[in-house]
């Protein structure tokens, strides 16, 4: 059987995109978390029923799972809002550890010029890259909503 690309990887953002543990998207799957888990690291894959079944649960395609469509960026839509509580909150953890831009700009490989954009709500980052803030500052998703 060919390997699923990107799947593990893919699987592993869609559930921390829903501010699901392991164990919570195993659960709502009717399978157990080693099992889960084991999906996420590449050991094994779902059959393509669980896949189905997967995709329903996180709200995306299967296609979106096996790496055969856009990237997750473009699956992310917020409003106005949204963006408002997104700059704000980011500050707020920034400062919290007491970063200047720069620093959180090196943590997360991105330019300076791009944090301060998306601290006064005049630019906002891709799905990937507010992932990756969420992993940094160790907060879900759902924090910046």
């Known amino acids: 059987m060919k390997k699923l690309t990107n799947f593990g990887e893919n699987l592993r953002l869609m559930r921390k995109t829903k501010s699901l543990t392991q164990t919570e998207l195993a659960s709502k799957l009717n ?26 649960s996180l709200d995306v395609t299967v296609d979106y799972l096996l790496g055969r469509s856009d990237n997750f960026s473009n699956t992310i ?12 909150r980011l ?46 500052f160790d907060v879900p998703f759902a924090f910046f909503k």
Do not use: H
Request: aromatic letters at 8%.
């Open 77 to 88: 839509v917020l409003s106005k809002n949204n963006m408002k509580s997104f700059s704000k």
């Open 31 to 56: 399978i157990g978390q080693s099992a889960y888990a084991k999906w996420e690291n590449g050991r094994t894959e779902p059959t393509l029923e669980m896949l189905a079944r997967i995709a329903d």
């Open 91 to 136: 500050k707020e953890l920034r400062l919290e550890k007491n970063q200047t831009q720069q620093e959180l700009a090196d943590c997360l490989n991105v330019k300076r010029a791009s944090i301060a954009k998306w601290e006064t709500n005049r630019a906002f980052p891709n799905g990937d890259t507010i992932i990756r803030i969420a992993e940094y």
